[in-house]
Nanobody, 124 residues
C-alpha cells in the first residue's frame, strides 16, 4: 500500500484544515488507518484512527471534539478534518495503514505502511 498525505499548510489559531490520505496499490478496506503527528523534538504521537473494520473510530484526548476522521471508500481516501486548531497542533502529520491488534491501534508499531507526512503550522 502506498500512501500519499496532503492538505497541510499554515493556518491561524482557531482555523481549520482538512488533511487527505490517498491509498494506491490496495484498498483501505482490510486495514486500520490512522493519523499520527510529530512535533520538533518530540516523539510521533497518535491522533486518530479507524479500526480495521472501519466501524470504530479512535481519537487522542488532545484532539477529541475538534478533529474528525472520515473515509471515502470510492476514492480510497481517508480524511482528517481539523477544527479549532491550536498552536500545539503544529506538527508533521502522517497517515498510516496496518493491521494492528486492538490494543495497538494507538501505537505506531501497529502500522506497516506510512505516508510521507504533511506539515501543519498553526500560528498563535
Amino acid at each position: 500500500v502506498q500512501l500519499q498525505a496532503s492538505g497541510g499548510g499554515l493556518v491561524q489559531a482557531g482555523g481549520s484544515l482538512r488533511l487527505s490520505c490517498a491509498a494506491s496499490g490496495r484498498t483501505f478496506s482490510s486495514y486500520a488507518v490512522g493519523w499520527f503527528r510529530q512535533a520538533p523534538g518530540k516523539e510521533r504521537e497518535f491522533v486518530a484512527a479507524f479500526s480495521r473494520s472501519g466501524g470504530s473510530t479512535y481519537y487522542s484526548d488532545s484532539v477529541k471534539g475538534r478533529f474528525t476522521i472520515s473515509r471515502d471508500n470510492a476514492k480510497n481516501t481517508v480524511y482528517l478534518e481539523m477544527n479549532s486548531l491550536e498552536a500545539e497542533d503544529t506538527a508533521v502529520y502522517y497517515c498510516a495503514a496496518g493491521r494492528p491488534i486492538l490494543s495497538n491501534t494507538r501505537q505506531t508499531d501497529g502500522y506497516t505502511y506510512w505516508g510521507q507526512g504533511t506539515q501543519v503550522t498553526v500560528s498563535s
